[in-house]
C-alpha cells in the first residue's frame, strides 16, 4: 500500500511539471491549467479517485505556503497600502459572509441562516497564487500585485475564524453577536502574539547559536508548522500566527543567517516547496469532481447547478461592488480622506476586483464540515455546500482567470514610471555597498591587504564589481543591445568553462570535492552577471 501510495505522488509530481510546462508554452496560467487537465483525468478510465483532506491542507500546505508569502512580502509596501489590504481581507470577507448568508436564506429551500454563514465563510477568500500567476507578466501596476498579495496573507485567517463561529452556530444552534465579535478579535490577535513569540525564539536561535547553512534551512521549514500548529492548539489563529511570524522573520532578514550560503539555501528550498504544493493543491482540486458528484444527495445536478451558479455570480458582484465603494465613495464624502489616501485609478480597481478567485482553502473549509451534528443527525445541507464551493472555485478560477489578461490588456494601463529609474536606484545602491567595503579595507585593514594574497584578490573583485556595473549601467542607458552582446559573450564563455570542467571530471586526476566547489563558484559568478543586466 505504501509503496503503491508513493509512486502515484511520485507520477502526480511529475504530471504536475509536465503539465506547467505545457501551460507555459501554451499561455495558460498554471493553476488554470492544472485544474483543468485534473478535471479531464477524471474522466479517462480505470484512474484511482483522490480525495482531498481537511486537516492534510490546513497543517501541511497552509503553513509554508503562508510563510513563503509572508517572507517575500516587502513591508513598506504591506504597510503603504495598509487600508486597501485590510479592508479586502477582513471587510470583505465579512461583507461577502453576511450577503451569501441573507441571499442562500432566500434563494435556497432549507438553507437557514447559520448555514448560509458557513457557506459565505468558506468561499469568501480569493487565492492570490491563481491571480499572480495570471498577472505576473502583465503590464500592471506593483500596487495591484500588493494589494492581492496582503489580501491573501490575511483573508485565509478572516474567512477560517467567520467559519469556526458559523459552524459551532450550526452545531450548537448559539449564535451571539457581541460574544462572537469579541471572540473574533481575541483569535485574531492572540495568533499574532503566538507567531511573533516563535519568530522571535527563533530568530534568537538563528542569530545567535551556532548553527550550519543546513540547518538555518531545516529550521526554516519547520517554523511555520510550530507557529500554526500551537496556534491551533489553543483555539486561536493559526494563519494569523505563521503571517505576523513570517512578516517579523522577513523584516528582519538581513540580520537572521550569519551565512550568505543560508540564505541561498532556505530561498531554493523555499521555491522549491511551494512549487511542489501548488501543483500538487491545484491538480487535486480538479480531481476532486467525481467525488463532488458523487456525494450530491437530495438535488439534480441541474437544479444544484442552477444555485451554485447563481452564488458564483454574486461573489464576483459583491466584490466588486465592494472595491469600488471602499475606493472611491469615502473620499467623495470627505476631503480629509481624499487629502490623506493614496489614489488608486479606476483600471487598478477593477482588476482587483476581477482578480478574487478562489482556491484550495475554500475548498479544504468545505471538506472539514462534519458529517454529523452533535445530537446524532447528519449535517444539513453539506453535499450541497460542498458542489457550491466546488462551482465557485471553477467558475472564478477558469472564467475569471481566462479573462483577467485580456482585461489588462484591454484597459491599457501606462507603464509605470519610478521617481527614481531602477537602474539608477540598483547603481546606487551597489555604489554605496561598494563604498563602504573599500572604505572599511583602506582604513582599517591596510597592512592586512599588502600581506596577504587573498584580501588583494578580495579587494581587486571588488573594484572589478564596481567597474563591471559602472560599465553595465552606461551600456544599458545608451545601448541596449551592448548589454545583450555582452550577456550572450558571457554565456558562451561559462558554458565553455563547463565543458572544460567536465572533461576534466572524466580525466579522473581531480578530487570530485575540489571540482564541485569550483563549480559552485561558476554558478556565483554566473548569478553575479545575470543580476548586472537584468
Not at 487565492?127 to 498579495?149: G, Y
Not at 538563528?206 to 510550530?226: G, K, N, V
Not at 500551537?230 to 483555539?235: I, L, N, S
Request: glycine fraction near 6%; aromatic fraction near 12%.
Amino acid at each position: 500500500m505504501l509503496h503503491e501510495n508513493l509512486l502515484i505522488t511520485l507520477l502526480l509530481l511529475f504530471a504536475v511539471s509536465m503539465m506547467i510546462m505545457l501551460g507555459q508554452k501554451l499561455k495558460i496560467s498554471y493553476p488554470i491549467f492544472l485544474v483543468l487537465a485534473g478535471l479531464l483525468i477524471t474522466f479517462i478510465p480505470g484512474v484511482p479517485r483522490f480525495k482531498i483532506s481537511a486537516d492534510w491542507v490546513f497543517m501541511v500546505i497552509l503553513p509554508p505556503l503562508l510563510y513563503q508569502a509572508a517572507w517575500n512580502t516587502p513591508w513598506n509596501n504591506f504597510w503603504k497600502w495598509k487600508r486597501s489590504i485590510v479592508m479586502l481581507a477582513f471587510g470583505l470577507v465579512l461583507f461577502t459572509s453576511c450577503i451569501v448568508a441573507y441571499f442562500s436564506n432566500a434563494f435556497i429551500p432549507g438553507f437557514t441562516m447559520p448555514l448560509g454563514l458557513l457557506l459565505g465563510a468558506i468561499i469568501s477568500p480569493p487565492d492570490a497564487i491563481a491571480a499572480n500567476s495570471v498577472l505576473q507578466d502583465m503590464k500592471v501596476p506593483r500596487q495591484t500585485v500588493t494589494i492581492l498579495e496582503g489580501e491573501s496573507l490575511l483573508n485565509d485567517a478572516a474567512s477560517l475564524i467567520v467559519f469556526r463561529f458559523a459552524l459551532e452556530a450550526v452545531l450548537t444552534g448559539r449564535f451571539i453577536k457581541e460574544e462572537a465579535a469579541v471572540a473574533f478579535i481575541v483569535v485574531g490577535f492572540m495568533g499574532i502574539v503566538t507567531g511573533l513569540a516563535f519568530a522571535a525564539l527563533f530568530y534568537i536561535i538563528h542569530r545567535y547559536l551556532p548553527t550550519t547553512p543546513s540547518m538555518d534551512a531545516t529550521l526554516e521549514l519547520i517554523a511555520p508548522y510550530f507557529m500554526y500548529l500551537v496556534a491551533e492548539h489553543y483555539g486561536y489563529s493559526g494563519v494569523m500566527a505563521v503571517v505576523s511570524g513570517g512578516l517579523f522573520m522577513s523584516s528582519r532578514s538581513v540580520k537572521l543567517h550569519n551565512y550568505a550560503v543560508s540564505r541561498m539555501h532556505s530561498a531554493a528550498m523555499g521555491s522549491v516547496i511551494v512549487f511542489i504544493l501548488n501543483g500538487l493543491v491545484f491538480i487535486l482540486i480538479g480531481l476532486q469532481l467525481p467525488l463532488v458528484v458523487a456525494g450530491l444527495h437530495g438535488y439534480s445536478i441541474a437544479q444544484a447547478l442552477k444555485y451554485a451558479v447563481v452564488i458564483s455570480l454574486l461573489t464576483i458582484i459583491v466584490r466588486m461592488l465592494w472595491l469600488f465603494f471602499t475606493s472611491f465613495v469615502p473620499g467623495w464624502l470627505s476631503s480629509k480622506i481624499r487629502t490623506k489616501a493614496i489614489k488608486q485609478s479606476w483600471q487598478s480597481v477593477f482588476v482587483i476586483s476581477w482578480a478574487g478567485m478562489r482556491g484550495v482553502v475554500s475548498l479544504a473549509s468545505a471538506l472539514s464540515v462534519p458529517l454529523i451534528l452533535n445530537d446524532g443527525q447528519f449535517f444539513p445541507q453539506r453535499n450541497l455546500i460542498l458542489f457550491i464551493t466546488f462551482t465557485v472555485i471553477l467558475v472564478t478560477l477558469v472564467f475569471q482567470g481566462i479573462t483577467l489578461p485580456f482585461l489588462v490588456r484591454f484597459l491599457k494601463f501606462e507603464e509605470e514610471k519610478p521617481v527614481i529609474p531602477n537602474a539608477i536606484q540598483e547603481a546606487d545602491i551597489n555604489k554605496r555597498l561598494l563604498d563602504v567595503a573599500l572604505k572599511e579595507l583602506n582604513e582599517n585593514y591596510t597592512f592586512d591587504v599588502a600581506e596577504n594574497e587573498m584580501l588583494q584578490r578580495f579587494k581587486s573583485e571588488l573594484e572589478r564589481d564596481l567597474l563591471l556595473h559602472s560599465q553595465v549601467l552606461a551600456s544599458s542607458m545608451h545601448n541596449i543591445g551592448k548589454v545583450d552582446r555582452f550577456g550572450h559573450v558571457t554565456n558562451n564563455i561559462l558554458r565553455n568553462l563547463r565543458r572544460e570542467l567536465s572533461r576534466m571530471r572524466k580525466e579522473n586526476n581531480f578530487d570530485e570535492e575540489v571540482l564541485k566547489k569550483r563549480e559552485k563558484q561558476m554558478d556565483l559568478d554566473e548569478a553575479r552577471i545575470y543580476h548586472h543586466i537584468h
